[in-house]
Every structure is written in structure tokens, then in C-alpha cells.
């Protein structure tokens, strides 16, 4: 899945200005009861450095934000439940639909009823009509390269030589006939036709850029905050990207209709343009209106480690596994990594325990062996290689001696260079050199993934540093985009197959799982798919990344959702 990954950040004084001009607007509305602190019974507050691109359901790609939005704001045809059983959450539940879908036997025909009583915030009822134009708006411009991009991967609707949709969207009017057979309403059920069959296209549609838009309302790409809600909350005013906004109560939420949402707090004040350790500092101080007040953005691990130490404090935070996954790829294109033996000294040789410590240690991460995290059906957490947390430089250099190569064996690796990566990466090249390596790093500063990418830097890097996250409770998100040759290596470069790595046998393994119509059969065959790439050195896992939040204490109900990506689930917070 295409996800924001770099470390956002807006000048310091801008910041200070956009905080202190929120907080005054909070204290100063005239007319509305305060609480003895100064701030608003019943006002949840949630901060963020931010910054949000947009609410538009259509153009969100943002994790961060697609978990926000779709549980105070948006509603989708499926949903992940809220609540204390992760592995539940895993399924996908009837959230606009009367359940999680059904499909033909040839997992091709999709259909979903929807269910009485869900309305706009103007009080008129959520139509399969508007199911169908909301999903037609992505293949609009801007939409088509800003959102996601399922509808167009996934739809039985011809494409051009070039993989772009002969179907422009609703307002250029090209392809119409194409849409309107892939995408049909009988009554208030919408049927899905597919170009591939999907065993998981239930999961799919719990996405935004499925959700339903008003056509009367849709006010195109001109304002991308404009927000016309489904859920329990509508926007009070604008949005200000330089400070956020405010989501007060929509009247004409029905609570018998929705299944997900507790929608706790009267209203939700989003107070974008806060540096995370700034955010962390407020809510524990626990002072006037951050008292009511979590954080979305993940505490710096110094933080952390202050939070754990803390008994008070530690019962106001969660630490659930994040979205993304370190991994190596070795480059299928280098001399050395092509030889097993050098793949297998690498992975042996890898140490994971001082990989984590140096990310900031097990509240920031932990130990990975596989791309299937613990959030997906299918993991298992097996060392396949039998490394250990800490490498086995004894066994990696008895395999690298038996690769016939001249010890020291020189290896190339490139990563995305941060101040807390430099230190993680130079603890791996500790445990490599113990093996037999010499080791020359390659830190990239900028546009990492991007550079990895071109054309011929698989001959320059023998190892690539990458990371990698789902874009929904299923490995069918995590091995495909990484090792499906014919999704990524193009004559533009490998895509997120950055090590190059292309084996026509995976590729028809890959094809067999997909039709697999059992999700737990599914699930098992793309375990034994990532052990298999592990014990051939196509990739060495590093470690399952972690986050922390934080509340006040006068915050209820709170709770993280792996599925949602390891976020704040809104769905089940209060204030009290």
C-alpha cells in the first residue's frame, strides 16, 4: 500500500502561532459552558503535527487520517470492529451494509445491502446511488492519483496501454458504459464486478475512496476539506490546515444505525501543527482542556521509556505495533547476493536485538521474523532461519566461507538515513563485519524509495534497507506489492521490489493463494509463501515497528486498532 512515510514537519513559530490561536478560540466562545479547568465538558481533544491534505474520502491516503475519518466522519460499506479482541478485529462487519458482503463462486461478484436509518448530516438517507458515484469519483482527476487507487486495480473496467482507466470519472463522462456494468444498484444493494477474484474484497471496501458522496453536495476538487458526513460527527465551520478544526455532534446520526462507533465525546476538537514531544508534554501535565486531550501522533521513544517509568502515566498510555515492517531486500542483481550462501551469513549475522535497542527499544519495536505482522491472519513469528534476536556470527561466516568468496565479503547497503536509522544501521554492520563482511554503508537522505527505484541501482546496492505496511488485516497486501515480478519490475525501475527480486514460480504461487476462496486457508498458504522467500534470503525481516499514545486523565476508553493500522481508535474513547 502506498503510504505516507516521512517525518512531518512545519517551521517551530507557525506552529506556536496555529496552537496558541486554537486554544484561545477554545477559551473565548462566547455563550458555551466551561468546565472548572477552562475547558468544554464533554470536548475531546485530540492533537496532531499534522499536516491533514484532505477529508475528501476520495483523495485520502493518509492512514493516520483514513483511521480519524472513518470513525467520526465517514462511513463505509464494511468497517473493523472496536474493542478488546484483536484477532476479531481482523473481520471486516456490515458498517453502511446490513453485513460484510457476499460474493459469487468465482470471488468476482461482490454485493452488499445497506441498511435502513443511515443518513447525511442533513438528515436525507445514504442511497447505493451515492455508493456509486463516491467510488466513480476516483477515477476523476484529481482523485485518480491522488486517493487510492483499489477501484482502479480492482474493477472489471478496461484500462489503457499505458494502466490507466479508459473510465475518466463522472464529470468527463469517458468509459461510462465500462463503470456502469462493474459497478450496479438493484434497490440498496451495490454490486462489485471484479477484474481478479478476491477472497478479501469485504476488507477493501471498509476504504474511504469506497465510501458513498452526495452528488447535490460534492463540491469536486475545489475544496479538499469540504466535509458532507455519515457518521456521528460533522465539521463546525472550516477547516484551517494551519491550525484544524473542530467536529461537533451530527444531529441526524442514528445510533441503532451504526454497530462501530460509541461516538463518546459531544464534540472532537483536532488541534493540527503539534510536534509530537510538545503534544506528549501537554497531556502529561494534564492541565485545563488537555485533561480531556490524546495524542495521534506516536511519543519519541526518550518519552516512552519516561511514560513506562511512571506507574501514573503508564495507565494513560497504549503501546499497540504499528504499521510498518523493516526488512533487507538483497539485490538479485548483485554478484555476492546471488549466491545463497552469502544471503543465508547475511540473515544469520543479523542482529535484531541491537536493531530494536537502537530504534529506542521494545516500546518502539520488537524482533521480526516475518512480513506478516501480528495485527494479519497468517503470522507466526517463526525464525525460519534460526538467527536468533541477536544473530549467529559463528554460523554466518561458516556460510560465507562455504560461498567460496574471499573473506572479508564486500557488501553495499542503502538506507533511508535519519539520526536514530544511522545508529540502528551501524549496530547491524557490527554483527555483518563479526561474520566476515566488510560493510559500506550507503545512508539517502531524500526521496529514499524514489532513488532505490531506478533503473539499474540494483547493480550499485547489494542490500536495500525498506519498510513495508498492509493496507488492510491480510498478507495479500504485504507479499504481492513486494515480490509479485510482474506488479514491479518494469523497465522503470523495480517498484517496491527494491532488491529486484523476480521467480516465476513465486509469481504462480502468488496467483494460486489469491483464488484460495477460504480466508483462513488463504491465510496459512501466504505464511508458508513469506517462510519460504525468508529461508531463500529473499528478504531478511528486521523488526515490527510499535507506537505509543497517550490520554488525560479524564479520558475514557482508550484503545489502539492494529487493523486500523495501529491508531487511536476513536470508536471507543470518552471523556468523563
Sequence with gaps: MPVRTDHRRRPPA???????????????TGGTEKASDGGTPGRLSVLSLGPVATWDPQRLSAPQDI????????????????????????????????????????????????????????GTPVTCADVRYGVSRSFGTPFATEGLNYPLAYLDIPRKADGTSTYTGPWQGAGQASYDKAVTCKGSTVTFRLSTPMVDFNQVVALPVFAPVKKANDRGAKDPYAVFSSGPYQLEGGWDPNAGGTFVRNPHWDRASDPIRKAGPDAVEYVEGTESQTAVQQVINDEGARKRAVTLDSAPPAMQQHVLSDEGLRKRAINPTGQFVDYLAPSAASGVMRKPEVRKALALATNREGYVTALGGPSAAEPAYSLIGPALPGHTGADVVGAGATGDTARARTELAASGLTLPVRIRVAYRSTPTADKAMAALRNGWEDAGFSVQLQPVEKDYFETMARPGQTRKTDVFWAN????????????????????????????????????????????????????????????????SLASQGAFVALAQRRSMFIAGTSVTGLSANEALGGFVDLATVGVG
Design 468 to 531: 513495508w505496511a498492509p493496507a488492510w488485516p491480510s498478507a495479500s497486501t504485504v507479499i504481492p506489492p513486494l515480490f509479485d515480478s510482474r506488479l514491479n519490475l518494469t523497465a522503470n525501475g523495480t517498484g517496491r521490489d527494491l532488491g529486484g527480486f523476480a521467480d516465476a514460480k513465486v509469481d504462480r504461487e502468488i496467483s494460486r493463494i489469491s483464488t484460495i476462496a477460504d480466508p483462513g486457508a488463504q491465510a496459512t498458504a501466504w505464511a508458508r509463501l513469506d517462510a
Design 14 to 28: 507557525r506552529l506556536t502561532a496555529a496552537l496558541v490561536a486554537v486554544l484561545a478560540a477554545a477559551g473565548c
Design 67 to 122: 483511521a480519524f475519518a472513518g470513525r467520526t466522519i465517514i462511513r463505509t460499506l464494511t468497517a473493523h470492529p472496536a474493542g478488546p479482541d484483536a484477532a476479531a478485529r481482523r473481520e471486516v462487519v456490515g458498517d453502511l451494509a446490513t453485513d460484510a458482503g457476499t460474493h459469487d463462486k468465482t470471488l468476482k461478484v461482490w454485493s452488499f445491502t445497506l441498511r435502513d436509518g443511515v443518513t447525511w448530516q442533513d
